[in-house]
């Protein structure tokens, strides 16, 4: 019994510690790198890190915000989410994904990844 108790709690932190990894706050003006720097640096785990993948992100904030793809230092792309949209970007391997704030609000942000099929 205390077995399947333990059990059960250790799912549901771990479920927990899942979901906490791919949400994130921004704050005004902030700018954070989501994926690209590598394993164990990174703010959220890239199941297909180390090849090319999409990233699925979307505004569950009030608040726009935007999305930068760079390759080192090199902008490639940049994206405006509006609030309650998703976008879907393509990572190629060497990508970087930001997530940049405006200036003046907070809003928050959900990132994924999918497998890119070529």
Known sequence: MKTSILVICLLFFTSFELTA???????????????????????????????????????????KFSIRIQKQSEIIEEISIEAGELKKVKLLIGYELYLDSNPKETTKASVDYEKLIE
Do not use: W
């Open 21 to 63: 990894q791919t949400e994130f706050q921004l704050e005004p003006s902030q700018s954070m790198i989501i994926t690209g720097k590598g394993s164990g640096q990174d703010a959220t785990i890239n199941p297909y890190f180390g090849q090319n993948c999409y990233a699925v992100v979307k505004n569950i904030g009030k608040r």
